[in-house]
């Protein structure tokens, strides 16, 4: 068997879990759902450039995922109209671009669909190798055209097919952040808006203000999804970008609601000061330390002027 930077796992009865080993040491999780006729995949994780260990065979994410289910029998369907068997067509969804997220969609660009936030598309035409940190790490920025810019709470459907997938615009992370709620297996992709153990980064495009709309909105929107689940005895549980992929969505949003105005408040935990990318960061965790804020400090300063709440951040460290 060929050796890899990567790992296919189930998630679920139609979906499956690929994480990259990589030396940026992000390990992103990306999601790859399988429909009759198509195939959707939630980020592309860093890159073939940036496998751990540069030794490994396989390094391309779109090679590794169709050798995948080719093994497993779900990369090609038969053609009704002509009996003709035929791959099955991509449907690329970006959480956000931050590179490890599109470090692969140049392996996309030019046979596949691709959905991208629309609530700030500047974002994405105007400086993505800035904006999306590819420059700062190195990683090639990728060259893509944009099927179809998102909208909110957007019902997806593609050529009549029906993906029981919906969309979130979610800023805050970063302006182009997206979550998606799949109806069929009740598992909301978070991005980078939430997760488990790690600090949710508040870095360079970031923004707190928007942060905190954007979770209020999912825990309304969770909260009322699991009241239609009720009946069938089961919950919303949360995919993430990284770390995270079986949590108790209603439950994460809300330790991370709590943690985010603790932070605010200068009540959640100061674990670590350090310098990066010639910025301040600091970071807070919750009482559990399970749940957390990694804050270039001029970004809180802002949010918590803007709620009133009046208190001196640490004074900064020396790189």
Same mark, same amino acid.
């Given at each position: 068997?060929?050796?890899?930077?990567?790992?296919?796992?189930?998630?679920?009865?139609?979906?499956?879990?690929?994480?990259?080993?990589?030396?940026?040491?992000?390990?992103?999780?990306?999601?790859?759902?399988?429909?009759?006729?198509?195939?959707?995949?939630?980020?592309?994780?860093?890159?073939?450039?940036?496998?751990?260990?540069?030794?490994?065979?396989?390094?391309?994410?779109?090679?590794?995922?169709?050798?995948?289910?080719?093994?497993?029998?779900?990369?090609?369907?038969?053609?009704?109209?002509?009996? %003709?068997?035929?791959?099955?067509?991509?449907?690329?969804?970006?959480?956000?671009?931050?590179?490890?997220?599109?470090?692969?969609?140049?392996?996309?660009?030019?046979?596949? @669909?691709?959905?991208?936030?629309?609530?700030?598309?500047?974002?994405? /035409?105007?400086?993505?190798?800035?904006?999306?940190?590819?420059?700062?790490?190195?990683?090639?920025?990728?060259?893509?055209?944009?099927?179809?810019?998102?909208?909110?709470?957007?019902?997806?459907?593609?050529?009549?097919?029906?993906?029981?997938?919906?969309?979130?615009?979610?800023?805050?992370?970063?302006? !182009? %952040?997206?979550?998606?709620? !799949? @109806?069929?297996?009740?598992?909301?992709?978070?991005? !980078? @808006?939430?997760?488990?153990?790690?600090?949710?980064?508040?870095?360079?495009?970031?923004?707190?203000?928007?942060?905190?709309?954007?979770?209020?909105?999912?825990?309304?929107?969770?909260?009322?999804?699991?009241?239609? /689940?009720?009946?069938?005895?089961?919950?919303?549980?949360?995919?993430?970008?990284?770390?995270?992929?079986?949590?108790?969505?209603?439950?994460?949003?809300?330790?991370?609601?709590?943690?985010?105005?603790?932070?605010?408040?200068?009540?959640?935990?100061?674990?670590?000061?350090?310098?990066?990318?010639?910025?301040?960061?600091?970071?807070?965790?919750?009482?559990?330390?399970?749940?957390?804020?990694?804050?270039?400090?001029?970004?809180?300063?802002?949010?918590?002027?803007?709620?009133?709440?009046?208190?001196?951040?640490?004074?900064?460290? @020396?790189?």
């Amino acid at each position: 068997m060929m050796t890899s930077c990567f790992s296919f796992t189930p998630l679920n009865k139609s979906t499956y879990k690929v994480v990259q080993d990589d030396s940026l040491n992000e390990l992103p999780f990306i999601y790859v759902k399988v429909y009759p006729t198509l195939l959707v995949l939630i980020d592309t994780g860093c890159g073939p450039n940036h496998a751990k260990d540069p030794t490994v065979e396989e390094k391309s994410i779109r090679r590794y995922i169709e050798t995948n289910l080719e093994n497993e029998g779900k990369l090609k369907y038969v053609d009704p109209e002509t009996s %003709e068997t035929k791959n099955k067509h991509w449907l690329v969804f970006i959480t956000h671009t931050h590179y490890d997220h599109i470090g692969g969609l140049f392996e996309f660009a030019d046979d596949s @669909s691709i959905f991208i936030s629309g609530y700030s598309q500047e974002y994405i /035409l105007n400086d993505l190798g800035c904006n999306s940190l590819c420059c700062a790490f190195n990683i090639p920025t990728p060259k893509f055209t944009v099927s179809h810019w998102l909208e909110q709470n957007e019902h997806l459907t593609f050529n009549g097919v029906d993906l029981h997938l919906e969309a979130l615009i979610t800023p805050g992370h970063t302006p !182009d %952040e997206i979550a998606l709620y !799949d @109806s069929e297996e009740h598992v909301f992709y978070a991005g !980078d @808006s939430l997760y488990e153990v790690l600090p949710i980064y508040i870095i360079e495009t970031s923004n707190m203000i928007e942060y905190v709309a954007s979770i209020d909105m999912m825990l309304k929107y969770v909260q009322a999804k699991n009241k239609e /689940l009720e009946p069938l005895g089961v919950r919303v549980t949360t995919a993430s970008g990284h770390i995270t992929d079986t949590a108790d969505t209603e439950k994460l949003i809300i330790e991370t609601q709590e943690c985010f105005w603790n932070t605010l408040k200068g009540k959640a935990i100061l674990t670590e000061q350090k310098v990066m990318r010639q910025k301040n960061i600091l970071i807070y965790m919750n009482e559990a330390n399970n749940v957390g804020f990694m804050c270039i400090d001029t970004k809180l300063e802002e949010a918590k002027k803007h709620f009133g709440f009046e208190w001196e951040l640490p004074a900064p460290v @020396s790189a």
